[in-house]
């Protein structure tokens, strides 16, 4: 199946500082990558879609000044958090899309906001 | 009513037993039905994908689908301590953009 390698995949920020989780397709090209947010015990929340080369498309409620996309190349997307408080803490999880109808999704980064 | 609707659990059950993980769903347009295993801090892996109604099997899993219901099941037989995780069921209408709708996961704890 197709490789995703999601980096970090845990970061511990100090408040008001910015964080950068980096998204790559290792043995494909993704065209577009899925960003989720996970809070302890729900489910996958998408936040945004990238495309690359292009804007992103953010979900309603999602902030994109907050949560900036970059999606410069086939094989590598960027999620920066900007401006993080405790209450951006959360599971964050990339997915390229894929053209079949199986999904293979990043490690996770796990963001702890003090 | 959310889309697609799953019981978080937990869901405790001694090694060996047969497993019965569900989801309903009213959206009518799904076509295609995922279910995934996510293990603490890690980012969910695709267990198994089936089309329409129907079953499919892969080792000790079983997929079901019952569209008329608007049901789907995932069983585990002779479950493991190592299938304890969270599975999250995720379906999408055929065609079109693929951005499916997930569930919010049931935890299942197997203990020896």
């Known amino acids: 199946g197709a490789v995703v390698s999601q980096h970090p995949s845990w970061v511990i920020c100090k408040s008001g500082t910015s964080v950068k989780i980096e998204c790559r397709s290792l043995?494909?090209?993704?065209?577009?990558m899925f960003w989720y947010r996970q809070f302890p015990k729900q489910s996958l929340m998408l936040m945004a879609t990238?495309?690359?080369?292009?804007?992103?498309?953010?979900e309603q409620g999602v902030e994109k000044d907050k949560f900036l996309i970059n999606h410069a190349s086939l094989t590598l997307s960027t999620l920066t958090v900007t401006s993080a408080h405790p209450e951006d803490s959360s599971f964050y999880i990339c997915?390229?899309?894929?053209?079949?109808?199986?999904?293979?999704f990043g490690q996770g980064t796990r963001l702890t906001v003090v | 009513q959310k889309e697609v609707e799953q019981d978080p659990g937990p869901l405790s059950v001694p090694e060996g037993a047969i497993v019965s993980l569900n989801c309903t769903y009213s959206?009518?347009?799904?076509?295609?039905f995922m279910w995934y295993r996510q293990y603490s801090r890690k980012g969910p892996e695709l267990l198994m994908y089936?089309?329409?109604?129907g079953n499919k099997e892969d080792g000790r899993f079983t997929a079901q689908v019952d569209k008329s219901s608007k049901y789907i099941s995932l069983f585990i037989r002779d479950s493991q301590p190592s299938d304890s995780a969270t599975y999250l069921c995720a379906m999408s209408p055929s065609g079109g953009s693929y951005i499916p709708t997930f569930g919010r996961g049931t935890s299942l704890i197997v203990h020896p």
């Open positions: 959206n009518s347009a799904f076509q295609y």
């Open positions: 997915r390229p899309g894929m053209v079949n109808t199986e999904a293979f």
């Open positions: 089936t089309y329409s109604s």
């Open positions: 043995d494909f090209q993704a065209t577009t």
């Open positions: 990238s495309n690359e080369g292009s804007k992103a498309t953010y």
